[in-house]
């Protein structure tokens, strides 16, 4: 049997903009590289060459993100998918 996976091609490409954004800013960084940052989130020294190059995960989850931004020292929203953003923003205001 065949099964035809549907992808919403306005957010694929817009985790592809997320991810390409922070290759760019890491390759500005002279402190850090893909191995470092992979191992100061507590992952294999693949973990962001993986999710930069072949989108797995598909975007990262929140822990990592919060992380990443902090060593990084970058805005949350930089490499937070739009769908999630709003979620968090609500989320904040209520609790």
Known sequence: MNYKLKYNTKKQKHLVS????????I???KNFNLRNLSRRL???D?????YISRGSPAFL???DRKNL???LNLDLERIT????ISKNSL???FY
């Open 18 to 25: 997320i991810r390409d954004n922070l290759k760019n800013i």
């Open 46 to 50: 693949a973990y962001l060459q993986q």
């Open 69 to 71: 931004s902090n060593l």
């Open 81 to 84: 998918p739009n769908w999630l």
């Open 61 to 63: 989850p929140e822990e």
């Open 27 to 29: 390759k500005s960084q």
């Open 42 to 44: 507590g992952k294999n």
């Open 91 to 93: 989320k904040d205001k």
